[in-house]
């Protein structure tokens, strides 16, 4: 009985000691916002796109200064080029962040995201998708309003993508431009 109670007690001791680590130490950032993007595309005598839409992403930090990121987004566009054609692209990357943590309120960071890109384009009652290889270099600036609580309020990546040229199957780079702001919770 005496044996019980005293891993019982062990136990419960480990559990608050954990929790109370736990508290100490943010291994989580989860941020949500708003996202811009413009998308060049490969073929030649085509203009840029603009698209709007949103980004999330989930960084778990291993330690003060390295990150493993994963980051989502959506962005969409109607009537591109005057062709009555709605596009949306969606980004689903994964990567490393390097954080600098040693400017007071202000933490800023640069990352390396690889990943995949889908497109999708519809004219009427026909959609035509692509999946692509999508990267990102990039960073942003994160400003602690709290221990919980920041805002970013900009991050600006180079987002390239190899989709298909619209003519034929040539893969082609495309160079586009992201730009994000939004909220960061610790966790």
Known sequence: MKFRVVVCLLG?????????QAQERKTIDVFAGYS???ANPATSNSDGI????????VAYNVNNWLSGVADLGGYHST????SRVDGTLSTYLFGPR???HHFGRV?????VLFGVAHTSASLLNTTDTQNAFAMTVGGGIDY???????????????LLTRFNELSNNNRQSQSNLRVSTGIVFRF
């Open 36 to 38: 811009y993007v413009r």
């Open 107 to 111: 933490t800023p960071f640069g990352e």
């Open 144 to 158: 602690r309003l709290s221990s919980r609580f920041s805002i970013r309020p900009a991050k600006l990546d180079y």
């Open 50 to 57: 603009s698209l709007n839409g949103g980004s999330a992403s």
């Open 12 to 20: 419960f001791a480990s559990l608050v000691g954990v929790t109370a």
């Open 98 to 100: 390097v954080s600098y």
């Open 79 to 82: 009537n591109i080029l005057g």
